[in-house]
C-alpha cells in the first residue's frame, strides 16, 4: 500500500462536486486520518458517484467480494461513504463529498480533536463566488410569513416539501453537536433536522436519527419558526433534506455572516421590506434575524436588504405588520436543479471538476466494471 494514500484520497475527495481543498496547515490530512484507516481510505479511491455493488468495487480493487463487502458495511457505518439497501436486492455503494456527506455522518462521532479539525477547515470549503453559483442549500421561508397574495412556488413552501415524501427522519443538528462539543453550546433544540426518502433510510439504519411522521415533522418546522430557526432544504426543487439552521453554528451560515452582503450569495426567492411608518421601533425582530440585517439607529429599526436572505423570521415577529416579504425579480432567482443529484453535479461543473463528457466516462466505466464483475 502507496505511503501516500491520504494525500490521494484528498485529491479524490477535492475531485467531488463539494471539493476538499488543501490548506497551508494539512488539517485535511489530519482530518482522513481520523476518519479513514489506510486500507478505507485505499478502497475509497474504487468507489465513484454511481451506485455499484460489493463485487464491482472488488472487481475495481482486485480484493475478494467477501473481505471488501464487510469493509463497505464498516465504511457506510462510518459515514464514509453512502449506501442504499433495498429488500430483495444486493446493496450498493457510493462516494460522497466531505460536504454535504462525511461532515453530517460524522452525527454522534465526533470528539473534540476532530471537532477542532473540522472547526478550521470548514470555512475553507465555502467559496462564496462558487456557492453563489451552485448553493447545496437554499432558503426559504417561515410558513407563517407567506402573505396570501403572495407568489409562492410549492417547492419555496416548506410544509409542500414534507408533504412529498412518506419516509421521514429527524436527526440531531450535526452543526450545533459539533459546536457543543468545542464548548460552544447554543440555546437552540437539536432534533431538528429532517431528511426524507433514502436519506431518511440511511439516518434511521445507521442510529442517527428516528423515522416520524409527517405531522411529527410539521410540528417541528412550527417549532422551528418559534425558536427562530432559519429552514434550509436541498437546493433542489425535490427536497432531500431540511436543515433548521441558527446563525451562530451553521457553517453555511456563519460563513456568510462574515461577508458585507450575504444576501446575494444565498439562493432565496424572497426578501424583507420595512415600512417605517408602520414601526413603532419596539425591536422585537433584531434577534429573530440571523444575519444581523435589522439594526437599531437612533432608536428607528432599519434593514440592510443586502444581508436579508428571506427567511421571513422578521416577519412573524413584527407586531406592527411593518416588515413583510417580498418576491424578488424572476431575473434575480437561478433556476433551481429538479434534484439533489443534479445539484451537486452542477456545483461540480461550476468548479471545474466535472464535466458531460467525464459524467459519461464514469457511466461508461461502471458499466464494463459490472459486466466484467459479472453483473451488480
Given at each position: 500500500?502507496?505511503?501516500?494514500?491520504?494525500?490521494?484520497?484528498?485529491?479524490?475527495?477535492?475531485?467531488?462536486?463539494?471539493?476538499?481543498?488543501?490548506?497551508?496547515?494539512?488539517?485535511?490530512?489530519?482530518?482522513?486520518?481520523?476518519?479513514?484507516?489506510?486500507?478505507?481510505?485505499?478502497?475509497?479511491?474504487?468507489?465513484?458517484?454511481?451506485?455499484?455493488?460489493?463485487?464491482?468495487?472488488?472487481?475495481?480493487?482486485?480484493?475478494?467480494?467477501?473481505?471488501?463487502?464487510?469493509m463497505l458495511d464498516r465504511?457506510?457505518?462510518k459515514g464514509l461513504?453512502?449506501?442504499?439497501?433495498?429488500?430483495?436486492?444486493?446493496?450498493?455503494?457510493?462516494?460522497?463529498?466531505?460536504?454535504?456527506?462525511?461532515?453530517?455522518?460524522?452525527?454522534?462521532?465526533?470528539?473534540?480533536?476532530?471537532?477542532?479539525?473540522?472547526?478550521?477547515?470548514?470555512?475553507?470549503?465555502?467559496?462564496?463566488?462558487?456557492?453563489?453559483?451552485?448553493?447545496?442549500?437554499?432558503?426559504?421561508?417561515?410558513?407563517?410569513?407567506?402573505?396570501?397574495?403572495?407568489?409562492?412556488?410549492?417547492?419555496?413552501?416548506?410544509?409542500?416539501?414534507?408533504?412529498?415524501?412518506?419516509?421521514?427522519?429527524?436527526?440531531?443538528?450535526?452543526?450545533?453537536?459539533?459546536?457543543?462539543?468545542?464548548?460552544?453550546?447554543?440555546?437552540?433544540?437539536?432534533?431538528?433536522?429532517?431528511?426524507?426518502?433514502?436519506?431518511?433510510?440511511?439516518?434511521?439504519?445507521?442510529?442517527?436519527?428516528?423515522?416520524?411522521?409527517?405531522?411529527?415533522?410539521?410540528?417541528?418546522?412550527?417549532?422551528?419558526?418559534?425558536?427562530?430557526?432559519?429552514?434550509?432544504?436541498?437546493?433542489?426543487?425535490?427536497?432531500?433534506?431540511?436543515?433548521?439552521?441558527?446563525?451562530?453554528?451553521?457553517?453555511?451560515?456563519?460563513?456568510?455572516?462574515?461577508?458585507?452582503?450575504?444576501?446575494?450569495?444565498?439562493?432565496?426567492?424572497?426578501?424583507?421590506?420595512?415600512?417605517?411608518?408602520?414601526?413603532?421601533?419596539?425591536?422585537?425582530?433584531?434577534?429573530?434575524?440571523?444575519?444581523?440585517?435589522?439594526?437599531?439607529?437612533?432608536?428607528?429599526?432599519?434593514?440592510?436588504?443586502?444581508?436579508?436572505?428571506?427567511?421571513?423570521?422578521?416577519?412573524?415577529?413584527?407586531?406592527?405588520?411593518?416588515?413583510?416579504?417580498?418576491?424578488?425579480?424572476?431575473?434575480?432567482?437561478?433556476?433551481?436543479?429538479?434534484?439533489?443529484?443534479?445539484?451537486?453535479?452542477?456545483?461540480?461543473?461550476?468548479?471545474?471538476?466535472?464535466?458531460?463528457?467525464?459524467?459519461?466516462?464514469?457511466?461508461?466505466?461502471?458499466?464494463?466494471?459490472?459486466?466484467?464483475?459479472?453483473?451488480?
Amino acid at each position: 500500500m502507496p505511503d501516500d494514500v491520504y494525500t490521494e484520497l484528498s485529491r479524490f475527495l477535492d475531485n467531488l462536486p463539494g471539493g476538499f481543498p488543501a490548506t497551508e496547515s494539512g488539517v485535511e490530512r489530519k482530518i482522513l486520518e481520523r476518519l479513514f484507516t489506510p486500507d478505507e481510505a485505499a478502497i475509497e479511491l474504487h468507489l465513484s458517484l454511481m451506485d455499484e455493488t460489493a463485487n464491482v468495487i472488488a472487481h475495481r480493487a482486485r480484493r475478494p467480494v467477501d473481505e471488501i463487502a464487510k469493509m463497505l458495511d464498516r465504511m457506510e457505518d462510518k459515514g464514509l461513504i453512502y449506501g442504499r439497501h433495498k429488500a430483495g436486492h444486493p446493496p450498493v455503494y457510493s462516494a460522497i463529498p466531505f460536504v454535504v456527506g462525511i461532515f453530517e455522518f460524522q452525527l454522534h462521532k465526533m470528539d473534540p480533536e476532530v471537532a477542532g479539525y473540522f472547526e478550521e477547515f470548514l470555512p475553507h470549503l465555502l467559496v462564496p463566488e462558487v456557492w453563489k453559483q451552485a448553493p447545496l442549500l437554499r432558503t426559504i421561508p417561515v410558513g407563517a410569513s407567506l402573505d396570501l397574495g403572495l407568489e409562492v412556488l410549492p417547492y419555496e413552501q416548506a410544509e409542500a416539501l414534507v408533504r412529498e415524501h412518506s419516509k421521514i427522519s429527524v436527526a440531531e443538528c450535526v452543526c450545533r453537536q459539533h459546536q457543543a462539543v468545542l464548548g460552544h453550546r447554543c440555546d437552540k433544540p437539536m432534533e431538528t433536522c429532517l431528511s426524507f426518502g433514502s436519506g431518511a433510510d440511511f439516518y434511521v439504519r445507521h442510529r442517527m436519527g428516528r423515522e416520524i411522521t409527517r405531522d411529527e415533522a410539521l410540528a417541528i418546522l412550527a417549532r422551528a419558526e418559534e425558536d427562530g430557526l432559519v429552514l434550509q432544504p436541498s437546493a433542489s426543487e425535490k427536497a432531500s433534506f431540511i436543515c433548521c439552521c441558527c446563525g451562530c453554528c451553521c457553517g453555511v451560515l456563519a460563513t456568510l455572516k462574515r461577508h458585507p452582503n450575504p444576501g446575494q450569495y444565498v439562493h432565496s426567492a424572497f426578501v424583507a421590506v420595512l415600512d417605517q411608518e408602520l414601526c413603532s421601533g419596539c425591536e422585537l425582530c433584531l434577534d429573530r434575524c440571523q444575519m444581523q440585517a435589522l439594526a437599531s439607529e437612533d432608536g428607528a429599526v432599519v434593514l440592510d436588504t443586502g444581508r436579508c436572505i428571506g427567511c421571513g423570521l422578521c416577519v412573524t415577529a413584527c407586531l406592527d405588520k411593518a416588515l413583510v416579504l417580498m418576491r424578488k425579480p424572476e431575473q434575480e432567482v437561478p433556476r433551481l436543479p429538479s434534484t439533489f443529484a443534479q445539484a451537486n453535479i452542477h456545483l461540480g461543473k461550476v468548479r471545474g471538476v466535472m464535466s458531460n463528457r467525464s459524467l459519461a466516462e464514469m457511466f461508461i466505466r461502471s458499466k464494463v466494471d459490472r459486466a466484467a464483475a459479472g453483473g451488480g
